[in-house]
């Protein structure tokens, strides 16, 4: 039975989602995307999204049939224990090596870009120190902050979408589609990880109001993150060029270095850096509550919260054994990416059919 006070409403949970999966826009998967399909990466985010829609939807038809469990509860009775157990492991294992490249990647984001002369460790252990604080906090204080910022990173995001309308280029987004159709195409399937938090999230189905508050709160906040990803990067092209691009680490960054209001006001990405670092220490939040909550469900911890230190301590220490920023981004989580797109694709039909058949079985 759910407790009231550990649910979330609509807008707390459209405004994780939001932050969860739209600040891969500003990360270094948006140089390899570039550097994969040039000017048509926005078409990518399309594509991508498309591909995983049905499988988003086949998994919110078999959670709606379950109202009172998670994704691992519904496959343990529907698989057993063993079946449960190795999924639920595989997935833990997924999301905590993605939790540690990709936070090790905003600590060298923010080293490259705004703290130089910071040691890699401290400030790395400094920003899983927040998260981990805001992990803490539990879910429904997590998702009441989430919504009380979103109002403002709208407006800070707005506002530099429009600075940076005076230095965009419309020609730079032809030809269409950069290296041609089947090249898209096949980057929008090798890219479907980047919609992986609509799946992980359905551990926290129960802990959402109802299922018409997770539906419009899921399709909604997709349908969002699609528009600001598909905007970002388009401007990355049109600002940039996707040849300058493909070989800038950080874009987001940059893009915030180049406006300024006027010849008066100028060097205002500490305004914006404000913002995005709320973003994403809300977004490692999250994941460090989620890699718990997976750690507890395979081992069988029903106070999965009291994991959470280990588990901060462990992606911090994943996180430091990459030597630089290649080996972090470019080989770990193209490996994430190539194995976990699978999962996503195909455990969702495969449940639902699964349980079907235990259905018409049963009368």
């Not at 600040?23 to 078409?43: G, P, Q, V, Y």
């Not at 994704?71 to 063993?82: C, N, S, T, V, Y």
């Not at 997935?91 to 905003?106: C, D, G, K």
């Not at 460090?288 to 395979?298: D, P, Q």
Request: proline residues 4%; charged residues 15%; glycine residues 4%.
């Amino acid at each position: 039975m759910k407790v009231e006070k550990d649910l979330i409403g609509i807008r707390e949970f459209f405004s994780v989602i939001v932050f969860m999966i739209s600040t891969k826009a500003t990360d270094m998967t948006t140089t390899r995307l570039f550097e994969d399909t040039f000017n048509a990466a926005w078409m990518v985010i399309i594509g991508s999204f498309v591909i995983i829609l049905p499988s988003i939807i086949v998994l919110n038809l078999v959670l709606k049939k379950h109202q009172t469990k998670n994704l691992l509860e519904i496959l343990q009775l529907a698989m057993g224990r063993p079946v449960a157990f190795g999924i639920g492991f595989i997935l833990f294992l997924f999301l905590l090596v993605n939790t540690s490249v990709e936070s090790r990647s905003y600590a060298d984001q923010l080293i490259t870009m705004n703290f130089p002369k910071t040691p890699l460790f401290i400030l790395y252990f400094a920003f899983l120190l927040f998260c981990l604080w805001g992990a803490k906090k539990g879910w429904e204080a997590l998702g009441s902050v989430a919504w009380m910022i979103f109002p403002y990173v709208t407006i800070a995001l707005g506002i530099l979408v429009f600075l940076l309308a005076k230095d965009a280029y419309l020609n730079r987004i032809f030809p269409l589609f950069g290296p041609g159709k089947w090249e898209v195409t096949k980057a929008s399937f090798n890219y479907v990880t980047i919609y992986a938090e609509a799946f992980y999230i359905a551990m926290l189905y129960p802990f959402v109001k109802d299922h018409k508050t997770y539906t419009r709160g899921l399709f909604g906040s997709l349908a969002y993150t699609v528009l600001i990803m598909v905007i970002l990067y388009l401007f990355y092209t049109l600002v940039f060029d996707y040849r300058s691009v493909g070989k800038i680490t950080y874009p987001f960054n940059e893009a915030t270095r180049l406006v300024s209001i006027g010849r008066v006001i100028t060097n205002i990405e500490t305004f914006f850096l404000t913002f995005w670092l709320l973003v994403i220490i809300v977004k490692f939040a999250v994941y460090l509550y989620l890699v718990s909550m997976l750690f507890g469900f395979v081992f069988n911890i029903k106070e999965f919260e009291h994991t959470l230190i280990p588990i901060t301590i462990l992606v911090l220490l994943l996180g430091m054994i990459p030597t630089n920023q290649i080996d972090n981004i470019f080989i770990f989580k193209e490996k994430i990416m190539m194995f976990s797109k699978y999962i996503f694709l195909l455990l969702p039909p495969f449940l639902w059919l699964i349980l079907k058949v235990k259905a018409v079985r049963n009368g």
